[in-house]
């Protein structure tokens, strides 16, 4: 009876330890096409699709729509993952860019997420303002019924400079939109870019506020300084807010721990690498070390 009740006993104990142990990471981590694109070395989407691959990330961006040929059959050939498909809409313009609607059936059932960066070419409507959301609304709910053909997903990218410019403005068009296969990247560069620094105390309940609808995010390495102290050029909020991965004052370990672990989010996570100093495949090969201890940091945590 003893014994029975100390198998028992050991049994329920395991049970416990083993629930309390951190999961797997299992999120997609990829790389923006801005990583490698003007390498000296891998000039082509074939090469540079070969190398990435090769050192361990799960997918690449494919870059607007004029890169699309070109990528695409660079991941074929390669059998790899196009994370996401940055998408250029312009609220100046009645009509979307008609050859948007064959490149997403040309991913149908892929893990690509659909990414429209929002934007006012001739600077009718000014950023942030929701003076062109209607427009907005209407554009990406037929991105959204062409995603939902070819079994994709659609979050809205939010750019600093850009007309969707701050996430809770992404976030009100999301809600506006009424899709369930519609919702947001929260890119770490761009929130810090429109976020000043006395009102980042509470990311983690940002984060939380977005979970119903977060399908994506980007990260880099920065530092937790304000923007309206940076100038634009180039000493400015890019040399700040894109550093690589693990350097800088801001905690991006912490904000990838507590998305995956604490908000058990599974979507892809992408690093940011635009106008980084340093060769670019060395660059690569140190942000997938970086990544490989974050992992190694949240099992072990």
Request: include cysteine; charge should be positive; hydrophobic fraction near 40%.
């Given at each position: 009876?003893?014994?029975?009740i100390?198998f028992?006993?050991a049994?329920?104990l395991?049970g416990?330890?083993m629930?309390?142990?951190?999961?797997?990471?299992q999120?997609?981590?990829?790389?923006?096409?801005n990583a490698?694109r003007?390498d000296s070395?891998?000039?082509?989407f074939?090469q540079?699709?070969?190398f990435?691959?090769?050192?361990?990330f799960d997918?690449?961006e494919?870059?607007?729509?004029?890169?699309?040929e070109?990528?695409?059959?660079?991941?074929?050939k390669?059998r790899?993952?196009?994370s996401?498909f940055y998408?250029?809409?312009d609220?100046?313009?009645?009509?979307?860019d008609p050859?948007?609607?064959p490149?997403?059936r040309a991913?149908k059932d892929?893990?690509?997420?659909?990414?429209?960066y929002?934007?006012?070419?001739k600077?009718?409507?000014?950023?942030?303002?929701g003076?062109a959301d209607s427009?907005?609304v209407r554009q990406?709910?037929?991105?959204?019924?062409?995603?939902?053909s070819a079994n994709?997903?659609?979050?809205?990218?939010?750019?600093?400079?850009f007309?969707?410019e701050?996430?809770d403005?992404a976030?009100?068009l999301?809600?506006?939109i009424?899709r369930?296969?519609?919702?947001l990247t929260?890119?770490?560069?761009?929130w810090?870019?429109?976020?000043?620094?006395?009102d980042?105390?509470?990311?983690k309940?940002l984060?939380?506020?977005?979970?119903?609808h977060l399908?994506?995010m980007?990260i880099s390495?920065?530092?937790?300084?304000d923007a309206?102290?940076l100038?634009?050029?180039?000493?400015?909020i890019?040399?700040?807010?894109?550093l690589?991965?693990?350097?800088?004052?801001?905690?991006?370990?912490?904000l990838v721990r507590?998305?995956?672990q604490?908000?058990?989010f599974?979507g892809?996570?992408?690093v940011?690498c635009?106008?980084?100093k340093?060769?670019?495949?060395?660059?690569?090969?140190?942000t997938?070390?970086v990544w490989?201890h974050?992992?190694?940091?949240?099992v072990?945590r």
């Amino acid at each position: 009876m003893k014994k029975r009740i100390f198998f028992l006993w050991a049994v329920l104990l395991t049970g416990q330890l083993m629930a309390q142990k951190p999961a797997k990471v299992q999120n997609d981590f990829f790389v923006l096409h801005n990583a490698i694109r003007g390498d000296s070395t891998y000039k082509t989407f074939d090469q540079q699709v070969a190398f990435i691959k090769s050192l361990g990330f799960d997918g690449v961006e494919i870059n607007q729509l004029d890169s699309f040929e070109g990528m695409k059959a660079a991941l074929d050939k390669h059998r790899f993952t196009g994370s996401y498909f940055y998408i250029k809409i312009d609220v100046d313009s009645p009509t979307l860019d008609p050859r948007i609607e064959p490149d997403i059936r040309a991913l149908k059932d892929s893990k690509t997420v659909l990414a429209p960066y929002i934007v006012s070419d001739k600077k009718r409507f000014a950023s942030s303002s929701g003076m062109a959301d209607s427009i907005v609304v209407r554009q990406i709910r037929q991105l959204a019924d062409w995603a939902k053909s070819a079994n994709l997903q659609v979050a809205l990218y939010p750019h600093v400079g850009f007309y969707v410019e701050r996430v809770d403005h992404a976030l009100r068009l999301v809600n506006q939109i009424d899709r369930p296969n519609v919702g947001l990247t929260f890119n770490l560069c761009h929130w810090l870019a429109t976020t000043p620094k006395a009102d980042r105390t509470d990311w983690k309940g940002l984060l939380t506020s977005l979970k119903p609808h977060l399908k994506m995010m980007t990260i880099s390495g920065a530092n937790n300084v304000d923007a309206a102290n940076l100038d634009n050029g180039p000493t400015g909020i890019w040399n700040q807010y894109i550093l690589p991965l693990g350097t800088g004052s801001f905690d991006t370990y912490e904000l990838v721990r507590f998305a995956v672990q604490d908000l058990a989010f599974k979507g892809p996570i992408g690093v940011q690498c635009y106008a980084m100093k340093g060769d670019k495949p060395t660059n690569l090969r140190n942000t997938m070390a970086v990544w490989k201890h974050y992992k190694t940091r949240m099992v072990k945590r």
